[in-house]
């Protein structure tokens, strides 16, 4: 059986609203971009450039470089890495950088 992940609730959170995969979404201030992606139900944020196998974040401190996604235009950043913003567009990449299709 698979992981789901949940947010654990706390009063008074603040969201921003996003976009992955030009799909809208919302996102709690001061999260991760990758913890964002993983809280909305996708398991893969890119895809290996030899094998085209699909992975995850696996860290959550950005030593192991498995969360890189296209954020905001920026192919290769590292999701875990990055704190979500009002508007920002987020896509998982294929491989090198390419759109994730």
């Known amino acids: 059986m698979s992981p789901t ?4 609730e706390e009063a008074n959170i603040r969201w921003v609203n996003i976009e992955i ?4 979404g919302r996102a709690r201030e001061g999260e991760s971009v990758a913890a964002a992606v993983l ?8 895809t290996t450039p ?6 995850a974040p696996y860290c ?27 508007g920002m567009r987020i896509h998982r990449q294929a491989g090198t950088g390419e759109e994730y299709r």
Request: net charge neutral; with cysteine.
């Open 60 to 86: 959550m401190m950005g030593i192991c470089f498995e969360c890189l996604m296209e954020i905001d235009g920026v192919p290769n950043r590292q999701a875990c890495q990055v704190e979500v913003q009002e």
């Open 21 to 24: 995969d030009g799909q809208p």
């Open 39 to 46: 809280a909305s139900g996708l398991r893969a944020c890119r």
């Open 50 to 55: 030899l094998s085209g196998a699909p992975r």
């Open 5 to 8: 992940f949940r947010r654990l």
